[in-house]
Structures are given as C-alpha cells and as structure tokens.
C-alpha cells in the first residue's frame, strides 16, 4: 500500500518594509514560526520591499530588528523581492509566451474614463479587457504597455481557508490584473505567488485584509501549474475602539514595546492569545506554545488590543523570570536612564522586591534609581508631608546613631530607628517616613531596614544631611 508522502511544512513571513515592524505582522510572524518549529519545518523571512518609495534600508532593519527582539529565528532569508528580478520577468515573459498573460496598451485616460462610466452605473470597477485579444499586428512593444494576467473569465475560484472556511469567488468578479507595471517592475500579487511557488510554500498566514487577493493569487497558481500553499487569514487586531489598530492607539511598532518597557515573552504570550485561545490558559511558556498551538484553532473573531492585560502578563513575567535572564533586559532600559548597577547594591538583592511593583522594565529601573544614582531633589508631595520641622530631631537622632554603627546591616539599622522612636516616645512611622523620604527622595520604597542597607551608610549620612538643610530652608521661609 502506498502512502501519500507529506508536505514539508514551510512557512514565511513575508512583510513589506514600511517604517516598522507592526504588532500584527508581527503575530502573523509568531503563528507562521511556530506552525513551522512545531512541524520540523521551515520558516523563511521574505522582505516584499518591491515598492521602492517605501523601502528604505532602516525600514528593513526595523524588522530584522524586531525579529530578533523577538527571537522569531528563521532558517532562510533575508530573502529580498527586489533580487529577484530577473526571475519575475522570466516568469512574465513565459505566461505571455503561452498566451496566459497579454501586453495592454490602454492608456491611463482610458482606464479612467472607464472606472467613472463603471461608478456612475454603479458596477465595480475593473478592466475590460479589451487588449486581452489583439492580435499579433496590433502589438506594438516598443510602445508603452503593462502586462496583464489572462484571469479566467467563467467559473469560480474555491479554497478552503484555515481561519475562514470555505471561501468562494466568482471569476467575473475578478479583472484581469495587473503583473508587470510600465516600467517592467513586477506588482505584488505576481511576486507573492512566484515566491511562494519557488520557495514551496506549505501554509502562508497573513492578514485577513489579503482575502481579496488570495482568489486572484489562486488563479496565478493554477496558470503556472503550481499548487497553492494553504491559506490561514488572520482576523485584524482592533483597538480598544473597535476600529482597525493603528498608531491612534497607542505604540504598534515592536521596537516600541521594548521601549516602554516589555519583556519579549511577555508580548508573544501577549500576541499568541490575541487571536488563538486553550481553554483559559492565559500564561503559555515557549515550550507550551509549541506544543499547543494550532493554526487550526485559531479565532475568526477579530480580537481587541488590550494593554492593561499586556502589562499585567508583562508583570508576570518579570516576576517569574530568572534574574540572569531578566538582567539583559533590564539594562537597556538602566542604560537610557543613566543607571550604573555598579554604584550601588547588588541588584539581585533588589530585583524581587521591585519586581513585585513593576508591571514593566521601565517601571522597575526607575524605582532602582534611588540605588545607584543621586538624586538633586525630594520628591515634593512626600517632601511636603515628611520634610517637615517637627521631624528634625528625629532625623537628627536617628542619624547620629547610624552614623555611629561599625557594621551596616538591616537589623542594626532598624535598632536605631526603634531606639529614636523609644527616646522620643513617638510613633515608629514618625521617625521611619521621615527617614525614607531623606534616603530615598520619595515616599515609597521597602522596609526602611532594607532600603537604608542598600543605599549605604555614606550615601544615608549625606542624604539625611540634604534632608536637615530642606528642612531648615523650610523652617527660615516660614
Ligand atoms: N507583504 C505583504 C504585507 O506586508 C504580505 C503578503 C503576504 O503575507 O502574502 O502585507
């Protein structure tokens, strides 16, 4: 008995270079990746950068970039549209060759006059083909043309979407389309499907905003007598609004979600439940998506963005992420903040007591600040509050006997606070805010023990020096 040998599974992403790399791009990327690494397969990062206006070389690295971010790792590319020229125009000249493709000379009035005359009658604009037929004397190559693909004129065009189901479009809907514009350069249809042929494309997932394209692309298959890959058309991502995600809403760049301050777990757990769903597992580690996730399953609903619970999961994952491989992280964000880790405590010390706090990188190195760095003012509201001339001999006494401890360790630390507190017969908290506010500028930080063990004796002794001065001021304005 025979068996049908299976497709290897390949799969692509395939973006066109337009500044960034979109968050929704960016989950078609993941869903693409992790079809192909949980199938043995292949994934293959493909820049359609044909439109030459847009294309720029930062541009192209944005992606690369964000892939990278990502650690979406792909076996083949970058492979670029604009290299392979020569191969779209082989594949033109053989389409025209076999009369599957015809040179047209309409002029761009034509074309025009033609759309109004269809609006007007209110039809669907679209060519009608009247170079589909010249003949032979009536082709003219030197004169201006584009090339267009003979769409089949009768009969349907039927595919079974992954996402969508069964989809079906007559070919009397479609035109004869554009392949290769006046200047020779292929459009995006043509090389979409050339490379998706050459590069034996097993399943492509992409936008849904491609559906009407795909009947078109199908037919191009069938031309070459090609095989179509299996199409996944994925929902849109919506903001919060309901309409179609856009910088309106917020950051949609990758990069940016690094800037603000996101692991990149966190935002491809994010982005593989914004569209795709087990049960109501929200938290999926790498090696879980893997072995759970299924282009089969994936929503035909389209899925709003939402940040609050992209922080939430972001905060999980600083907290559950091993120091060692939070710090890289980390430090891009200590290093746009001026932060030095070596001016201060041992920041594995820190790390689980902030991380509790922080829903992002940025959050949590800045509440590191205090730390490492000096700072050149109080925080005013707590300031205001603590700063005040009733808490000078508390700040005075307290000092003194910091001052005086040979070893600078949390219980001794907390011993002088106890024993200010004690001699001046006043609460705990009246000598510990004041305390916080002088060491750490603000009012918030962990036990006063701790905090003044990491920041130091040297740096506590001239904080709370800085600390008497504002209250003086405060005293001669009054
Ligand atoms: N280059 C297209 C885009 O960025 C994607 C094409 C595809 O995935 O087939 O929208």
Known sequence: MSVMPEIPVITRFAPSPTGYLHIGGARTALYSWLHARANDGQFILRIEDTDLERSTPEAVQAILDGMNWLGLTWDEGPIFQTHRFDRYKEVIAKLVGQGKAYPCFCSKQRIDDLRETQMQNKEKP??????????????DLSKPHVIRFKNPKDGVVTFKDVVKGEVTIANKELDDLIIARTDGSPTYNFTVVID??????SQVVRGDDHLNNTPRQINIFNALGATAPE??????????????????HGAV?????????????????????????????EIFSMKEMLELFDINNINKAPSAFNTDKL?????????????????????????????????????????????????????????LTTYYKDFEEFDAKAAK???????????????SKLNALDAWQAEAIQGCVNDTAEELEIGMGKVGMPLRVAVTGGGMSPAIDLTLSWIGKERCMTRIDMALEFIANRESQA
């Not at 760049?253 to 439940?273: C, E, S, T």
């Open 253 to 281: 760049g990758i990069m940016q979600f690094r800037d603000d301050g996101y692991l990149p777990q966190a935002v491809l757990n994010y982005l593989i439940r914004l569209g795709w769903s087990h049960g109501d597992q």
């Open 385 to 399: 509050k603590h700063l005040r001339p009733v808490a000078k001999e508390a700040l005075q006494r307290v000092k």
């Open 126 to 139: 679209r060519y009608d083909g009247l170079c589909r037929e010249l003949s032979a004397s009536d082709i």
């Open 196 to 201: 998706d042929m050459d590069m034996k494309i």
């Open 311 to 367: 922080k939430w999961l972001n905060q999980q994952y600083i907290k559950a992420t091993p120091i060692s491989e939070l710090l890289p992280h980390l430090q891009w964000h200590l290093d746009q903040q001026d932060i030095d880790l070596n001016n201060g405590p041992d920041v594995a010390d820190l790390i689980p007591e902030f991380s509790e706090r922080s829903q992002t990188l940025d959050e949590l190195a800045k509440a």
């Open 231 to 248: 199409f996944a058309h994925v929902p849109m991502i919506l903001g919060d609004d309901g309409k179609k995600l856009s910088k309106r």
